[in-house]
């Protein structure tokens, strides 16, 4: 005897969202499997003829499973879930291209004339892969690879356009030659995190949301494998010899570098192309194209250049400029002018860049800052390594300071515009930023002193370097195990107060910043154009030197135009032409010191923020222009009597200092160094003509 099954049941007929549904108890056909069903007592569904099956004569009083019999019509005999309606896939990869939406077409801007104007889509996107083709094309077999858009990981779908490459050689094939190189275009952050977390080791989403990664073993620049190609063009243009940031090497040995990075490229199952634009001066913006191997690659310079429209985008055609990041792999040491497995080469005759040998992203950043200190000044426009903001009733100053002396903090003001924190350019149209984004410094961040950098830290952040727990991904920014130089990189945008587009009238004030351990430079001084060009041109700042028996004294360094590691012409070229921008536009020159007072590192004090920020808001609204001033001696500056808020004895160094003795032995000091520094630039000529007048050497100390 078969044992009755418990079970629930349910009415005999039963209604659901709706839907009538007839339902009958079930025989228990274990008991029964020996039976036949008989047609008077079991209604079966056949050739789509029946609505359902039901047993309409089981065992009376059984405590059974119901079947529920739906109203809707069965096809070809299959029995179909019809509570959804059916997915429009035939397989799961039709189901996945479901899920991922095309974006919408777009159409050219209106009035836009030019080649690219009254294209097709397809024929956009064919001249699109024949500039990217040409970009990757191998200058020893003159061809370039065939290029389709997509990821190899990916099921492709069918093109809409023939794949393309130059021609097809007869000879000398390779094989590069003979495969698809993959191109991974503009992707957008989302596809980037992606494309890192499944293919790069070291890359994670923090806490926060942003893409921590790691830069391999360089993790920071490497100034001494950075090469320039010296020839025709730039014989006589750039800067060469002591002093000058530019290592020369010759055409041939940047060819066989770039063939290297070619090549590599080439050889990989996908290559990421980003292209993007450098100032935000539409009269004056560059098209730069980077090809690289990596996504932490792609999305930095998605952030730190300025990202196109899509119908910016459609219309790009080829780029001024050309970026080959190969850094992954390493240049061949016994190559001429190599020196190392690292090298980053620039060729300003073929508009090209190549990178090997470090994963570093910020070779990309300033090399191509370089590129612009040689390109705009050709145009007649001044590129300048400074921050740069603006009052709410438009002034605008620009901030130039190395490395602690405060230039961020004191360009990144809550009660004004912020047009840029790096790099800018001034033309006839007044100030561009450079870039897209920010790169900053993370060593020891936190929310109370720096909000606005922690806060733009989220989604579409890159983090280099940086140490996170493994648990619950938070980033310890006191953690210096990887390196000290921790890095964010986040679009300008994710600053609250930016300025949008990063543009600006013609500069009200030129700050120079200093930060002076001496304890001699006063806080604030008045520049005429002469002490201005000089100060610029010197870009000095002091650095605390420390030993291990705690002995500890200021050490004095200088940076041409405050960026000497990226100009490309002489110091003097630049001063000339900010004097000549200065002159025209009325800019008044300010240098400021947020160093020590009342002695040298050690002994004096360092001058307090508020003090320094009273100050800066005073040039801003215009008022320490109408100050008295007295000249200081042997740097000959004009420093004002009395600033709002600010203690009147420490506007004069000598004031502070207890032991005038110390202090005058300080202040000569500090005086030589300057004199020294300077000994290079006075014995440059550029050409024919030696720039430096004697005004400018006047405008320096005396003693």
């Known amino acids: 005897m078969v044992k009755k099954v418990e079970g629930p049941t349910l009415p005999p007929e039963t209604t659901i969202k709706g839907r009538r549904l007839h339902t009958k108890p079930l025989i228990n056909l274990s008991r029964h499997k020996h039976l036949k069903a008989r047609s008077s007592g079991i209604k079966m569904a056949s050739n789509g003829n029946a609505s359902g099956a039901s047993l309409e004569n089981g065992p009376a ?134 494309q890192a977390i499944k293919c790069e080791k070291g890359s994670f989403i923090t806490s926060t949301g942003a893409l921590a990664t790691l830069s391999g073993a360089k993790t920071g620049r490497c100034p001494r494998d950075k090469r320039v190609v010296r020839d025709e063009t730039t014989e006589d243009e750039l800067w060469w010899g002591k002093g000058s940031p530019n290592i020369e090497m010759d055409e041939e040995t940047f060819l066989i570098n770039r063939e290297r990075a070619v090549d590599y490229l080439n050889s990989l ?35 730190m250049c300025i990202r196109p429209t899509p119908e910016e985008l459609e219309n790009f055609g080829s780029p001024d400029f050309t970026i080959y990041n190969a850094g992954q792999f390493p240049c061949n040491r016994y190559t001429h002018y190599m020196t190392s497995s690292t090298s980053i080469d620039i060729n300003l005759s073929r508009r090209e860049m190549v990178i090997l040998g470090t994963q570093y992203a910020g070779e990309m950043k300033k090399g191509l800052f370089s590129v612009m200190h040689y390109l705009m000044p050709k145009r007649g426009i001044l590129s300048l390594h400074s921050g740069c903001n603006m009052g709410k009733d438009g002034d605008v100053a620009l901030f130039f300071g190395l490395s602690g002396t405060g230039k961020t903090t004191l360009s990144t003001d809550h009660n004004r515009y912020l047009i840029g924190d790096d790099e800018h350019c001034w033309s006839e149209n007044g100030v561009s930023n450079i870039e897209g984004g920010c790169y900053a410094k993370c060593i020891d961040l936190s929310r109370a002193k720096e909000p606005d950098i922690w806060n733009a830290i989220k989604f579409g952040t890159v983090l280099e370097n940086v140490v996170f727990d493994e648990h619950t991904r938070e980033v310890d920014y006191s953690d210096k195990s990887v390196t000290e130089n921790t890095r964010a990189a986040y679009p300008i945008e994710y600053i609250p107060n930016v300025k949008l587009p990063c543009v600006g009238p013609q500069p009200k004030n030129v700050i120079l910043l200093a930060c002076d351990a001496f304890g ?104 320490l222009l109408k100050a008295n001033y007295k000249k200081t001696e042997v740097f000959g500056l004009e420093i004002p009597t009395a600033v709002e808020d600010v203690p009147p004895e420490i506007l004069d160094p000598v004031n502070t200092w207890s032991d005038k003795k110390a202090y005058k032995d300080a202040l000569l000091k500090l005086a030589g160094l300057f004199k020294n520094n300077f000994e290079v630039f006075t014995k440059h000529k550029m050409g024919k003509d030696n720039n430096l007048t004697d005004e400018i050497l006047a405008a320096g100390p005396i003693f």
């Open 269 to 303: 199952d996908k290559v990421f192309v980003n292209d993007q634009f450098l100032n935000w001066d539409l009269q004056n913006r560059i098209k730069v194209r980077i090809v690289s191997a990596r996504a932490y690659h792609s999305l930095f310079m998605h952030n």
């Open 520 to 623: 001699v430079l006063p806080p604030v001084s008045k520049l005429n154009l002469a002490q201005t060009m000089y100060h610029f041109i010197s870009g000095y700042t002091a650095l605390v030197a420390g030993t291990e028996d705690g002995i500890k004294e200021p050490q004095a360094t200088f940076s041409a135009c405050f960026g000497a590691a990226f100009i490309m012409l002489h110091p003097t070229k630049y001063a000339a032409m900010l004097a000549e921008k200065m002159q025209k536009h009325g800019a008044t020159g300010w240098l400021v010191n947020t160093g020590w007072s009342a002695g040298s590192y050690g002994s004096g004090n360092r001058i307090k923020l508020q003090y320094t920020r009273k100050i800066i808001d005073a040039i801003h609204s215009g008022t």
């Open 61 to 194: 009083g059984r405590n059974v499973l119901p079947k529920i019999r739906t109203e809707h019509k069965s096809q070809n005999g299959i029995c179909h879930d019809d509570s959804t309606p059916p997915v429009k896939a035939q397989t799961i990869h039709e189901l996945h291209s479901l899920q991922r939406k095309k974006s919408a077409p777009t159409t050219p801007i209106k009035g836009v004339q030019g080649p690219f104007a009254t294209m097709s889509e397809v024929e956009r996107q064919k001249q699109q892969l024949q500039s990217i083709s040409a970009s990757l094309a191998s200058l020893t077999r003159e061809t370039g690879p065939k290029v389709v858009k997509g990821d190899p990981a990916r099921k492709p779908e069918p093109p809409k356009h023939e794949a393309h490459h130059h021609f097809t050689p007869t000879i000398s094939v390779s094989d590069s030659s003979l495969k698809f190189t993959h191109v991974l275009y503009n992707l957008s952050p989302a596809e980037l995190y992606e």
